[in-house]
């Protein structure tokens, strides 16, 4: 059973483009937020993160969008650049599962030049 | 300021042997997590050590078992392997405070 569902699979953008990869949980105990970027042969590196409390945050290029009550949250890349093709994890974890993150499946991005 | 590091980066056994991985947590860093991720799939999450003793575990048998050391360092055990134990294996290091986790590169794990 797969606590959070990401999508789409894969996506192609131009370079410039805005890539936006969405996930969706179902435990409302969940209360922390994070998106992580892999590389091929690499581990995740954590790119931003997010709590209920706020709708949208801003690092850098990545944007998160949250909806609280939709139980959605969403991954906006801006100015999308060939580095970063890559795959993309959402990820969610709660105070009743402390440490314990549920990913996504994953989103494929390639940016092409 | 070394970052998490793991060992080997790479490891092929046959079924039914035993195996060993390590991880070196993030300077500073008290609690370890460890994750399973397949060929084109999210991590998976199997324990996490803290204080020495495993906090929270995830859906995996009693075959994958850990240890903590009093430096923070951690390792992976998996015995009787099989074919679908191939995965990378993925180490995590964080405060036991705090949520956010620091992913090391894993050790690619082959089971042939």
């Known amino acids: 059973q797969q606590q959070v569902k990401q999508s789409p699979q894969s996506l192609i953008v131009q370079k410039g483009g805005i890539p936006i990869i969405n996930c969706a949980y179902e435990?409302?105990?969940?209360?922390?937020f994070p998106w992580y970027q892999q590389f091929p042969g690499k581990g995740p590196a954590l790119l931003i993160a997010?709590?209920?409390?706020?709708s949208e945050k801003k690092e850098g290029r990545f944007t998160i969008s949250f909806n609280k009550s939709a139980k959605q949250f969403s991954l906006h890349i801006m100015d999308s650049q060939p580095g970063d093709s890559a795959t993309y994890f959402c990820?969610?974890?709660?105070?009743?599962?402390?440490?314990?993150?549920?990913f996504g499946a994953g989103t494929q991005v390639v940016v092409t030049p | 300021d070394a970052g998490v590091t793991q060992s080997p980066t790479h490891l092929i056994k046959t079924r039914g042997q035993q195996v060993t991985l390590r991880c070196s947590p993030k300077?500073?860093?008290?609690?370890v997590s460890w994750y399973q991720q397949a060929l084109g799939q999210g991590p998976q999450f199997i324990f996490q050590?803290?204080?020495?003793?495993?906090?929270q575990r995830g859906n995996f048998p009693d075959r994958f078992s850990g240890h903590q050391f009093p430096n923070y360092s951690s390792e992976l055990n998996v015995n009787a392997l099989l074919l679908g134990d191939s995965a990378l294996y993925l180490c995590?290091?964080?405060?036991?405070?705090?949520?956010?986790?620091?992913f090391g590169p894993g050790t690619r794990l082959l089971v042939l």
């Open positions: 995590a290091s964080s405060l036991y405070t705090e949520e956010t986790q620091y």
């Open positions: 435990n409302t105990a969940f209360d922390y």
């Open positions: 997010i709590r209920p409390d706020v």
């Open positions: 990820a969610a974890s709660g105070t009743d599962s402390w440490g314990k993150f549920q």
């Open positions: 300077s500073g860093h008290d609690t």
């Open positions: 050590y803290y204080e020495e003793e495993e906090r």
